[in-house]
Each structure stands twice: as C-alpha cells, then as structure tokens.
C-alpha cells in the first residue's frame, strides 16, 4: 500500500538514495521532478459518524440548516393575528428576555433598562429601553419577536417563536414587558453599558511556554517528529532539516487538493501525509494531531497569510467558501456573516465579536479557559453548536472551503502560533 | 502529565542584584469539591507545598491550597550575592515529589 517516500514540494526535500526498509517498494530520489507528497486518499480524517466533544451540550438541531444540509423550515409569508389585546406578565418578561438559557435571549443583542436585573447586555441591535414610547401595536410587538422575518426578511434577529425558543405566552409576557420600558437605560456599572465596555486586548506573549502551556506542543512535536512507527520511519526520515524546510508552509495552507476534490488544511494534511508515509495514526482533534499542528505552524512563525488562489477549482472553492459564510444555519437562524460582518465588533452579552481578519493568524491557540488547544476546525465547530447548529466532522469539505475563504480574508497577517485567547 | 517544569530566570546577575524568578508546573490541581457524571466526588489532588532553595539554604515555600488554578504558577524575587544552583521542588497529594534545579553566574 505504501508509495514509499516520495520527494514532494518546494519543502520535502529528501535524502538521497536512503533505502527504505518497508516491504513495498523504496523510492527515494532527489530528483526535481514535482512529485505530490504522498497522502491517504481513501480513509476519513476523522470518525464517521462524528460524535461531539464531551462536555458540549448535547441537544439535537437535526431540524435546522447546517453547512452541509438545508433542513430549515420555511419563514412564514404573514404575520400572526392576535385576537385581543396582549395581557402577559411583565415581570415573567423582564426574566425571559434576559434568560441566557434560552439562546441568549434579547439581552444579547439588546439593552433593555433595567431588564431582570441583569449585567452586560450586547449592542448588537438598537436600544429598546424606550420602546414603550413608540407606540408600537401589541401585534407588530408579538410577531416582531415570534419571527421578524415577516417584516424584514434580511433581519439577523432569530426567530424566537417560529424555531421553538419561546412558546406564545412566553412572548406574551415579553411584549407585556417591552410596554413597560420607557426611560433611558441606567447602567450598574459603567462595564455593563457596551458602548463602554473596553474592548478586550490580548497582550500576553503567546511564545512564552511560561504564559502559554500550547507552546509545550512545540517539544512534544519535535519527539514525535523524531519516533519511529511500526514502519520503521518517522518524519525527520525525510524531513531532516524541519525548520528551514517547513519555514513558509503553514502560511501557504490550507490549499486545494485535486486528489481529493476538496480544500485540505494543516491538520487534515497531517492525518492523510502521516498515514501515507510512516503509518502513524494522528486522526484531525487528537493530541498528537492539534501538537504536530501547533509546531508545523510554529515553524512559519513571522510569514505572512498567503493562500494558492490561482487554480480555477480554487477559485471555485473560495467562491463557495463567501456562500457558505452566508448560509443561515441552527435554531438561531445565523450566518457567520450576521456575527461577524453586520454585527462585527459590537458586544453580543458580554463577547466581543471579531471580524473575519485577526481570527485566523494564531490558530490553533491555546483557551485560557477551557485548558486546551483549539485548531480553526473546533473553534468552526464551537461556532455551530453555539448558534445550535449541528456542527460537521472537522474534514467536511464545507470547512475546507469555509477555511480556504477566511485564509483569504486574513492574507498579509503574519502568523504567531500558538496563539493565546480566553 | 508528564509535562517538565517551566523557569525563567536569568542565567547570569551581578552580586547584590535582586531576581526575578518565574515557575509553573503543569498540573490539573483538582480541588476535591467537583462531582464526577454520577454524583461522585472526584478526590483532591493538588500540588499542596512549593519550596525554592539556593545553595540548600531556603529561599521561598509556600502552602498550596485548593482554590490554587490548574498549572501553579509561581513568581518572586530573590538577591544573589554568589553563583550557585536554584532548587525547586513541588510536592503532590499523592506524595510524588517533582524538582528541577537552575544555575546562576554571580560576577
């Protein structure tokens, strides 16, 4: 089965002659021909059927869009009639909109005065402190929660009542709340006022193992680049000078991958080149994996972004990777574009939401508070499950293209691997 | 976790001169108060001592407890008036005892 090792790209330089002990046959040449670097091409990269982390919740959003599937029901084309005026309780309100349980609820998006004593409401939609004033009809109030889209179809706000978040007494007692706000919004504490709030700054030296235990994936990198398998072969067998060869690497993927028909990135590489050469089992979100990550981007460190878009199937890809970046996915009916494009650097709660450049350039990057290394493929995969949408295995192609676009976005930055963030 | 101790802390000082000394030791320092799936308590298992020597004369110990986060992190300070070895040891629940040791060039 095994190619032997195959002189590969601009970094895969190889030793001359070196015979290689495997049963198969033994081809190593210095030769400058362009040979692909060998890669697993039938296996997946990751378990099928994918089963979430632990720990992640574990609600089911088989119901709704993801990015690889449209599942969605249609947005209804009329807003609901009510029969009467709206009697809810408007204390029942002012805990719903403000319950974090229940997707975030309006507090996310909305400053609401004194909504259920709670803290750090977002600025992503306007300030409905004063909506009691605006003498807006309890149905325009009612539908406007239930499902905005009757009235804007390109709102971001989720449809609350459409998907299932709140039932029709629930928003009853949310509109009875809304009447009763009438007054310009006190704050507590000048933190819980977003447009206040300082915008988060991430200041530690993420090369500093002392400040950054991802920086210990370097060392472990380093020896699994030098062990063995079963084979007989390890990395440095043909990869002899790691940190000049690998110098510019990262910082070229992810790339497309004819041979595959999809866009593959430094992590899926990892798994398919090292199951083609030494055999070694490093499946995408294993330790092995996530460290030989970290120091394969470690080593290009200071390169700027610089994706291959030249190809027509690239091109392509990108293009799919912008389509996708829109796809409204998961019980809260969003796109990436809706967080991190229209609602970009405002406060959604207490999260700063980034723009697409900046998000790419130090994964895969340490999570102060999860105690873990995360690669682009997880935090993609956080971001579904966060909007409760079911996220994809981490090799889908959709992720691949998804990847491809954001690499994209971020051309120029210079990467510093591993990075550190909350 | 087999994970080495991390230091810094300058390979070289002139006499008199007062150090800044950093450790940090990878461990989960389970605080003893969390629950498992099924309700059971996971047990304590913490760093509980931290000591730093100099020539094995003492320089800092300290007492860990469990509100101490995962991956202790130490830094102080010290004057150094000869060349000499930094020893630094942490001690587990468990009773496992895990040192490293740094020089210093006093000029």
């Known amino acids: 089965m095994r190619e032997g090792i195959l002189s590969g790209n601009a970094v895969a330089l190889i030793v001359a002659g070196a015979v290689l002990a495997s049963g198969s046959q033994a081809l190593a040449q210095a030769t400058p021909a362009k040979r692909e670097a060998p890669i697993e091409l039938k296996a997946d990269a990751s378990p099928r059927p994918w089963k979430r982390y632990p720990g992640w919740p574990a609600r089911d959003y088989s119901k709704y869009n993801t990015l690889a599937n449209l599942a969605t029901p249609p947005a209804p084309k009329e807003p609901r009639k009510l029969t009467g005026p709206i009697t809810g309780d408007a204390k029942k309100g002012a805990e719903l909109v403000a319950d974090r349980a229940r997707g975030g609820s309006c507090l996310a998006c909305h400053v609401m005065g004194p909504a259920g004593g709670a803290n750090l409401p977002g600025?992503?939609?306007?300030?409905?402190?004063?909506?009691?004033?605006?003498?807006?009809?309890?149905?325009?109030?009612?539908?406007?929660v239930y499902d905005a889209r009757v009235y804007n179809p390109e709102t971001v706000m989720p449809p609350w009542g459409s998907h299932g978040f709140f039932d029709e007494a629930e928003i009853n007692d949310i509109v009875a709340f809304l009447k009763t706000l009438k007054s310009p919004a006190v704050f507590k504490t000048e933190l819980d006022n977003p447009e206040k709030r300082p915008v988060p700054v991430e200041k530690r030296d993420n090369l500093d193992p002392i400040e950054n235990p991802a920086m210990w994936a370097v060392e472990k990198a380093e020896a699994l680049f030098k062990q063995r398998t079963a084979s007989g072969f390890a990395c440095a067998t043909c990869h002899n000078d790691p940190k000049t060869q690998f110098k510019t690497w990262a910082a070229a993927m992810p790339k497309w991958e004819p041979r595959l028909n999809k866009v593959l990135g430094v992590e899926e590489f990892i798994t398919r080149h090292a199951k083609a050469t030494t055999g070694a089992d490093w499946m995408m979100e294993t330790d092995d994996n996530r460290a030989m990550s970290v120091y394969l981007h470690f080593l290009a460190n200071g390169e700027p972004i610089k994706v291959d878009t030249a190809s027509a199937e690239a091109k392509a890809a990108i293009a799919r990777g912008v389509e996708l970046s829109k796809r409204k996915?998961?019980?809260?009916?969003?796109?990436?574009?809706?967080?991190?494009?229209?609602?970009?650097?405002?406060?959604?709660?207490?999260?700063?939401?980034?723009?697409?450049k900046g998000q790419y350039d130090h994964f895969p990057t340490w999570r102060t508070n999860l105690l873990a290394i995360w690669d682009i493929r997880?935090?993609?995969q956080w971001c579904q499950?966060?909007?409760?949408?079911?996220?994809?295995?981490?090799?889908?192609?959709?992720?691949?293209?998804?990847?491809?676009?954001?690499?994209?976005?971020?051309?120029?930055?210079?990467?510093?691997?591993?990075g550190i963030r909350h | 976790m087999a994970e080495k101790p991390r230091l810094k802390l300058p390979k070289e000082a002139k006499k008199g001169d007062v150090i800044e000394i950093k450790t940090l030791l990878a461990h989960t320092m389970e605080s003893g108060q969390r629950k498992d799936k099924d309700g059971k308590t996971i047990p304590r298992k913490i760093i509980n001592k931290f000591t730093c020597e100099f020539n094995g004369k003492p320089v800092f110990s300290t007492t860990l407890e469990p509100a101490i986060a995962a991956n202790p992190y130490?830094?102080?300070?010290?004057?150094?008036?000869?060349?000499?070895?930094?020893?630094?040891t942490w001690t587990d629940d468990d009773g496992s005892v895990t040192t490293a040791e740094e020089k210093i060039t006093v000029a």
């Open chain 1, 123 to 144: 600025n992503v939609a306007p300030d409905l402190s004063e909506i009691g004033n605006a003498g807006r009809e309890d149905e325009w109030l009612f539908n406007y």
């Open chain 1, 329 to 356: 996915v998961g019980q809260l009916n969003m796109a990436c574009t809706d967080c991190h494009g229209i609602a970009a650097n405002k406060w959604i709660r207490g999260q700063w939401l980034g723009e697409p």
């Open chain 1, 378 to 380: 997880q935090r993609f």
């Open chain 1, 385 to 418: 499950v966060n909007i409760r949408a079911d996220e994809l295995p981490p090799d889908a192609k959709e992720y691949g293209d998804l990847e491809f676009y954001l690499a994209t976005q971020n051309e120029g930055l210079k990467l510093s691997v591993p």
């Open chain 2, 74 to 88: 130490m830094q102080f300070y010290a004057k150094v008036t000869e060349s000499g070895t930094f020893k630094f």
